[in-house]
């Protein structure tokens, strides 16, 4: 059975930095790709970041990009989501997901399963 536990959220001022963890077991890590996806309040579930499984490839929406960045260490377990210039817009709750493939090209929204899906941790950033 996936679990994922996301951790690292809070309260930032405009401008602020947060950095988000997830631990993932019950599937093979490391043949994951991983995602972060974020919603916010009245809004769409929408796609954040993704890295390969082996962490050689990452993506990222258009508007984060050059202010997060995503990463993980597959000897623990983990993913993570650095977030620096932080913007009232970026006010959501992050999820980490897994992806059914290794590659980034599985993260498509479609392809993350609720059950693939952790809590979520909630981001507020104030202006």
């Known amino acids: 059975q996936v679990q994922l536990v996301e951790s690292g959220g809070g309260l930032a001022q405009s401008g602020g930095s947060l950095r988000l963890s997830c631990r993932g077991w019950?599937?093979?890590?490391?043949?994951?790709?991983m995602t972060w996806v974020r919603q916010g309040p009245g809004k769409e579930l929408e796609w954040v970041a993704r890295i390969a499984g082996s962490g050689g490839s990452t993506d990222y929406a258009d508007f984060v990009k050059g202010r997060f960045t995503v990463s993980r260490n597959n000897a623990i377990y983990e993913v993570y989501l650095e977030m620096n210039d932080l913007k009232p817009e970026d006010t959501a709750v992050y999820y980490c997901?897994?992806?059914?493939?290794?590659?980034?090209?599985?993260?498509?929204?479609?392809?993350?399963?609720?059950?693939?899906r952790g809590q979520g941790t909630q981001v507020t950033v104030s202006s």
């Open positions: 019950g599937f093979n890590f490391g043949l994951s790709a």
């Open positions: 997901a897994r992806c059914p493939r290794p590659y980034t090209a599985s993260c498509a929204l479609p392809n993350i399963l609720p059950e693939n």
